[in-house]
């Protein structure tokens, strides 16, 4: 992987030259990851005019689901403890003759700019701006392999879930039970915290597990993802608990599972971001439900859970190949129900045949 890293940081080094910055300061931790492959506790990325550096407060732990540095990337670990690893790298960089510095200013504090500023007083830094991010946005098959790997995973405990007894059980059990068994098939953690929503709670968009008991006859709405080697996915499914759906269950998810279809059949190399989203918020708004929908109908994931690009109503660019997306619209009522599907997709050319579907788990209404 080293000569994987060394080409990210190659192509970020280009977009610094052009921009007429000698060198970039890195400190987003997925950044850092990114173009290190390890981002341990307060590290930070030097792209020096000399040499790169991966500036650390301390050793770095060897945790396998925290990466591991790139080993021809010297890592360097401050002498006293309570230092900053960004403030050392400025000094670092202005030492290797550097008079610029480029630097993400939507992460740096004010705090934390103005000490870079004192340490290294002859740098003229500048704003890297999203540079980073947006290298990220297209994956190559080993990020998309992690990926598919993580949503593997995520199937794999939610079809061991919904093979138990669930009637009875609170969310929060179900849950805990969720990001339990992503662990034990080989995930690093969780993606994100586990949402797990039944009957009336169903209805709210972002539910956040309770006490509430699973009864018969309720929705059942879940949304999960594992995190492996970093990299994060996501799958969220609704389901009837106990008896045969209800005819208003029926048509509430006849209608979601039509607009999440919409969705993914429009991801195609070229497709903007918001004629996606448009194509599955078509299908929620003809059917009376404009009001109350999600801000977006996915998002692009990888080593965050929530990236560029953004399927949203106002959202600006276009589709690549290899760039992996939620499609997750969702129409919730308050204090009756809700339903949301949810899968990550990779984006295919359809010589390639199309939008690889990464969560597998089925998608018609099951009554458990």
């Not at 630097?103 to 504090?109: F, I, K, M, S, W």
């Not at 009875?168 to 586990?194: M, Q, S, Y």
């Not at 059949?265 to 929620?284: H, K, M, S, W």
Request: aromatic share 4%; with cysteine.
């Amino acid at each position: 992987m080293s000569e994987v890293y060394a080409a990210r940081r190659a192509r970020l080094r280009e977009r610094c030259n052009a921009g007429g910055s000698a060198a970039a300061l890195v400190t987003r931790p997925a950044n850092v990851r990114y173009l290190a492959g390890a981002s341990p506790r307060g590290a930070v990325l030097l792209l020096g005019k000399r040499e790169d550096l991966l500036v650390c407060a301390g050793p770095p732990d060897d945790l396998p689901y925290e990466g591991r540095p790139d080993e021809t990337l010297r890592v360097q670990t401050l002498p006293q403890p309570g230092g900053d690893p960004a403030v050392a790298a400025a000094d670092l960089a202005q030492a290797q003759g550097a008079d610029s510095l480029a630097v993400e200013e939507h992460h740096l504090t004010v705090a934390r700019h103005r000490a870079l500023a004192s340490v290294a007083p002859r740098l003229r830094r500048a704003d890297l701006g999203h540079a980073v991010e947006q290298l990220r946005v297209v994956k190559d098959e080993e990020e998309i392999s992690c990926l598919r790997i993580g949503a593997e995973i995520a199937d794999q405990a939610l079809g061991e879930l919904l093979e138990s007894i669930l009637v009875g059980r609170t969310e929060r059990h179900l849950a805990l039970e969720l990001e339990r068994r992503l662990v034990d098939h080989g995930a690093d953690g969780p993606a994100f915290p586990t949402s797990v929503a039944t009957g009336p709670n169903s209805g709210h968009r972002g539910h956040r597990p309770t006490d509430r008991r699973v009864e018969e006859g309720d929705f059942l709405s879940v949304c999960l993802g594992a995190a492996y080697r970093g990299y994060r996915c996501e799958i969220g499914r609704t389901f009837v608990i106990g008896t045969s759906p209800a005819d208003w269950q029926i048509q509430l998810y006849d209608l979601v599972f039509a607009a999440q279809r919409a969705g993914r059949e429009a991801l195609a190399p070229g497709a903007a971001y918001r004629d996606v989203d448009r194509a599955a918020r078509q299908v929620l708004d003809s059917a009376g439900h404009a009001e109350g929908l999600p801000a977006l109908t996915g998002h692009g994931v990888g080593l965050e859970i929530d990236e560029d690009p953004q399927l949203a109503p106002a959202a600006m660019g276009k589709l690549d190949a290899c760039v992996p997306v939620t499609v997750e619209p969702g129409v919730h009522l308050p204090g009756r129900g809700g339903v949301r599907i949810d899968d990550t997709l990779v984006v295919r050319p359809e010589a390639d045949g199309g939008p690889e579907l990464l969560t597998i788990t089925t998608k018609e209404l099951l009554a458990l």
